[in-house]
């Protein structure tokens, strides 16, 4: 019988790690005897001391043939009361359940007991008859032939089966998470989570010389960034703010004098229901001073090169660099995806002299532009309701009109704008985009950015389509790593455009090429800004910080408008003397993610939130009685509820509704 669990975890771990050549390091747990490089003994007071049982289920093998061994675990598969497959974090053993008279009790329990129950067993390891090896099982060669047996918790019937491949819904999942970690996939991905973060320690810490500070939780408000959560205090009108990254603690470190600080740091934000979002994350969180981008971009790639999985396709650095306008201009986003082509090309300069009256309308305006995207195959993989729904997708989210151009199909099926192109036209297009047989290309005019972003979306939108189609882009090995840099140190407010907001944070340097714009044309401001992509995800972002007191002052109170009184202990701290500094942090969640392949960053978290910011195994956020408020001077308008049923409906209407319940929603 196929054996899922063992396989996938033992092997998969096993391949996932091998420390530095230079150093030994303890195997991630689940590891394989040729992988490992310490004794038998040795690995077995590792993954042994302090408890009961002499081996792990995952490790026996031949060697230990003979040996008396003490094993704890799950029952997870039972045969027609012959043997029965214990299981433990480290793997797979199959038990034999004994069939004489002298054993009868031994033989009722390991029976009777329900799966999942847990077991102690003590026997003999032995060797499996001829012709009945496992050897897609680690323990494939041998099994235990019990002599005691001991339930030590028996287990109800479950809401769903401990094996991967049984479908379960994520609010199931959510609601019985404990039960859900125990399949092989989490804790695949829980331990090689642990693995990375313990090599990164090692990196920054050992090898050099970083300090693991860790910094305040209750804090107070942060101006600009995302919405912070609010917890009152006893004080009365006076509220804590949960810290949406360690931003200005770290700095003051610099001012400190600690140098090089680092934290796994948690961080909080309210950001409702926004998708692949969780209300508290993770960050590798760093700073240096006396640093530039060059240095923390080394840094950062020599950090993911020592803690990457072994499993996985070795990582080549230094990664590429890109500048925020060339991301723009030819992916239609600031965090591309690079694994393939597509790239968004200018054709404005083929129109030039073109018939088509609303190309030349566009062309007339200062930031009007044309450009095009090639989908290769897409005459053969995209229907007509593909690029129906293209078009629709355009206009309602951008207001933009966009053209499927067939220029080299052997079909009928035209667009309006194709039959209008002269001939010199469609040849200059086939042979810029270098479209082949089959290829469509999309077609958009209009103002600059607004077409570079859609152009963007359709992008990733056509990848999806071919890739439904069977037509493999986007290699989930493979990761491609990508530095943005020289972003806008400020935007446009999407409320009121007259007024500027940070890019990044309020705390970034500008470029030194562009300080003498910041007091005449801030708008025109590049940063010391760098964001690091992998695979389309924006996995970190960092900067060099502004380090006087003067130049801060200013961004905040002039060209921000921000109440300087919040923030008036960093600005007296950046006055006492604070050295350059610069850092960045990265996001564990997101990164971990990627790596693993999993479908969402709660697979890569013990206990995430629901979509909606809920813990559906705990029901929190929850009420909390009017004795338990009232220290803290705030009142609560309650829903009117009479009975448990009403209660009911209103955590169910509160779980769609996409609004999150917690105390920064509170009524002073």
Same mark, same amino acid.
């Given at each position: 019988?196929?054996?899922?669990?063992?396989?996938?975890?033992?092997?998969?771990?096993?391949?996932? &790690?091998?420390?530095?050549?230079?150093?030994?390091?303890?195997?991630?747990?689940?590891?394989?005897?040729?992988?490992?490089?310490?004794?038998?003994?040795?690995?077995?007071?590792?993954?042994?001391?302090?408890?009961?049982?002499?081996?792990?289920?995952?490790?026996?093998?031949?060697?230990?043939?003979?040996?008396?061994?003490?094993?704890?675990? &799950?029952?997870?598969?039972?045969? %027609?009361?012959?043997?029965?497959?214990?299981?433990?974090?480290?793997?797979?053993?199959?038990?034999?359940?004994?069939?004489?008279?002298?054993?009868?009790?031994?033989?009722?329990?390991?029976?009777?007991?329900?799966?999942?129950?847990?077991?102690?067993?003590?026997?003999?390891?032995?060797?499996?008859?001829?012709?009945?090896?496992?050897?897609?099982?680690?323990?494939?060669?041998?099994?235990?032939?019990?002599?005691?047996?001991?339930?030590?918790?028996?287990?109800?019937?479950?809401?769903?089966?401990?094996?991967?491949?049984?479908?379960?819904?994520?609010?199931?999942?959510?609601?019985?998470?404990? =039960?859900?970690?125990?399949?092989?996939?989490? %804790?695949?991905?829980?331990?090689?989570?642990?693995?990375?973060?313990?090599?990164?320690?090692?990196?920054? $810490?050992?090898?050099?010389?970083?300090?693991?500070?860790?910094?305040?939780?209750?804090?107070?408000?942060?101006?600009?960034?995302?919405?912070?959560?609010?917890?009152?205090?006893?004080?009365?009108?006076?509220?804590?703010?949960?810290?949406?990254?360690?931003?200005?603690?770290?700095?003051?470190?610099?001012?400190?004098?600690?140098?090089?600080?680092?934290?796994?740091?948690?961080?909080?934000?309210?950001?409702?229901?926004?998708?692949?979002?969780?209300?508290?994350?993770?960050?590798?969180?760093?700073?240096?001073?006396?640093?530039?981008?060059?240095?923390?971009?080394?840094?950062?790639?020599? *950090?993911?090169?020592?803690? &990457?999985?072994?499993?996985?396709?070795?990582?080549?650095?230094?990664?590429?660099?890109?500048?925020?306008?060339?991301?723009?201009?030819?992916?239609?986003?600031?965090?591309?995806?690079?694994?393939?082509?597509?790239?968004?090309?200018?054709?404005?300069?083929?129109?030039?002299?073109?018939?088509?009256?609303?190309?030349?309308?566009?062309?007339?305006?200062?930031?009007?532009?044309?450009?095009?995207?090639?989908?290769?195959?897409?005459?053969?993989?995209?229907?007509?309701?593909?690029?129906?729904?293209?078009?629709?997708?355009?206009?309602?989210?951008?207001?933009?009109?966009?053209?499927?151009?067939?220029?080299?199909?052997?079909?009928?099926?035209?667009?309006?704008?194709?039959?209008? *192109?002269?001939?010199?036209?469609?040849?200059?297009?086939?042979?810029?985009?270098?479209? %082949?047989?089959?290829?469509?290309?999309?077609?958009?005019?209009?103002?600059?950015?607004?077409?570079?972003?859609?152009?963007?979306?359709?992008?990733?939108? $056509?990848?999806?389509?071919?890739?439904?189609?069977?037509?493999?882009?986007?290699?989930?090995?493979?990761?491609?790593?990508? &530095?943005?840099?020289?972003?806008?140190?400020?935007?446009?407010?999407?409320?009121?455009?007259?007024?500027?907001?940070?890019?990044?944070?309020?705390?970034?340097?500008?470029?030194?090429?562009?300080?003498?714009?910041?007091?005449?044309?801030?708008?025109?401001?590049?940063?010391?800004?760098?964001?690091?992509?992998?695979?389309?995800?924006?996995?970190?972002?960092?900067?060099?910080?502004?380090?006087?007191?003067?130049?801060?002052?200013?961004?905040?109170?002039?060209?921000?408008?921000?109440?300087?009184?919040?923030?008036?202990?960093?600005?007296?701290?950046?006055?006492?003397?604070?050295?350059?500094?610069?850092?960045?942090?990265?996001?564990?969640?997101?990164?971990?993610?990627?790596?693993?392949?999993?479908?969402?960053?709660?697979?890569?978290?013990?206990?995430?939130?629901?979509?909606?910011?809920?813990?559906?195994?705990?029901?929190?956020?929850?009420?909390?009685?009017?004795?338990?408020?009232?220290?803290?001077?705030?009142?609560?308008?309650?829903?009117?509820?009479?009975?448990?049923?009403?209660?009911?409906?209103?955590?169910?209407?509160?779980?769609?509704?996409?609004? =999150?319940?917690?105390?920064?929603?509170?009524?002073?």
């Amino acid at each position: 019988m196929p054996l899922p669990w063992g396989l996938c975890l033992v092997n998969r771990m096993c391949r996932s &790690w091998a420390g530095p050549a230079r150093k030994t390091t303890p195997p991630l747990l689940g590891c394989c005897a040729r992988r490992l490089t310490l004794s038998t003994q040795k690995r077995t007071s590792d993954l042994n001391s302090f408890v009961v049982r002499t081996n792990t289920c995952g490790e026996l093998r031949s060697s230990h043939l003979g040996q008396e061994v003490t094993l704890c675990g &799950w029952i997870q598969y039972r045969r %027609q009361s012959l043997f029965l497959v214990l299981r433990d974090f480290h793997g797979l053993i199959q038990v034999v359940i004994p069939q004489d008279e002298s054993a009868a009790s031994v033989k009722k329990l390991l029976c009777e007991a329900p799966l999942e129950s847990v077991v102690q067993v003590t026997g003999t390891v032995i060797s499996r008859p001829p012709g009945q090896e496992n050897p897609k099982m680690p323990t494939g060669e041998i099994e235990i032939e019990v002599k005691t047996a001991e339930l030590l918790n028996s287990c109800k019937k479950l809401p769903f089966e401990i094996k991967d491949f049984m479908k379960k819904t994520e609010a199931l999942r959510m609601k019985y998470r404990y =039960l859900d970690l125990r399949g092989s996939q989490m %804790q695949y991905n829980l331990r090689l989570r642990s693995q990375m973060v313990m090599k990164m320690r090692e990196y920054l $810490c050992n090898l050099h010389g970083f300090v693991d500070i860790e910094t305040p939780t209750l804090f107070k408000k942060t101006p600009g960034g995302a919405k912070e959560f609010v917890v009152p205090s006893r004080e009365p009108g006076k509220f804590y703010s949960l810290p949406q990254s360690p931003q200005q603690f770290k700095q003051l470190l610099m001012v400190a004098g600690f140098d090089r600080y680092f934290q796994i740091a948690r961080c909080y934000r309210d950001e409702g229901s926004k998708p692949e979002r969780q209300p508290e994350f993770t960050q590798v969180d760093i700073e240096m001073s006396f640093i530039d981008q060059t240095g923390i971009q080394k840094l950062i790639e020599g *950090l993911l090169q020592y803690s &990457w999985p072994k499993d996985k396709n070795p990582l080549t650095i230094p990664f590429p660099s890109m500048t925020y306008t060339e991301a723009l201009d030819i992916y239609g986003t600031d965090k591309p995806d690079t694994r393939f082509g597509m790239k968004i090309v200018d054709v404005s300069d083929i129109f030039r002299n073109t018939a088509i009256e609303f190309l030349q309308d566009v062309l007339k305006e200062p930031q009007g532009t044309i450009k095009t995207i090639c989908i290769p195959g897409g005459a053969k993989y995209l229907q007509s309701k593909d690029f129906e729904a293209i078009k629709k997708f355009a206009v309602s989210n951008f207001n933009q009109e966009v053209s499927p151009l067939f220029l080299k199909t052997s079909e009928s099926r035209k667009s309006p704008l194709t039959k209008l *192109l002269k001939e010199e036209e469609k040849s200059a297009l086939v042979s810029l985009m270098k479209a %082949q047989e089959e290829d469509v290309l999309l077609l958009t005019a209009g103002e600059y950015k607004k077409v570079c972003s859609l152009l963007g979306k359709l992008r990733l939108e $056509c990848a999806d389509l071919l890739e439904a189609r069977g037509v493999v882009l986007r290699d989930p090995a493979v990761f491609h790593f990508l &530095w943005v840099v020289e972003f806008p140190l400020f935007l446009p407010k999407e409320e009121d455009p007259t007024e500027l907001e940070s890019a990044h944070h309020p705390f970034t340097a500008p470029h030194p090429s562009d300080i003498h714009l910041l007091y005449t044309e801030p708008e025109k401001v590049r940063s010391q800004h760098y964001d690091l992509v992998l695979n389309g995800s924006e996995i970190g972002g960092g900067s060099i910080r502004i380090h006087n007191a003067e130049q801060q002052q200013y961004v905040l109170e002039t060209v921000l408008k921000e109440d300087v009184k919040l923030l008036s202990h960093l600005l007296q701290a950046l006055d006492f003397g604070a050295p350059p500094h610069g850092g960045i942090a990265l996001g564990l969640d997101r990164l971990v993610c990627l790596v693993t392949g999993a479908p969402s960053i709660r697979d890569v978290i013990a206990f995430p939130k629901s979509f909606r910011g809920h813990d559906l195994m705990s029901n929190a956020p929850d009420y909390v009685s009017s004795e338990d408020i009232e220290p803290y001077h705030i009142q609560v308008k309650r829903p009117e509820v009479t009975d448990r049923k009403d209660i009911k409906s209103v955590i169910c209407e509160t779980e769609s509704s996409q609004q =999150l319940v917690l105390p920064s929603r509170a009524k002073t």
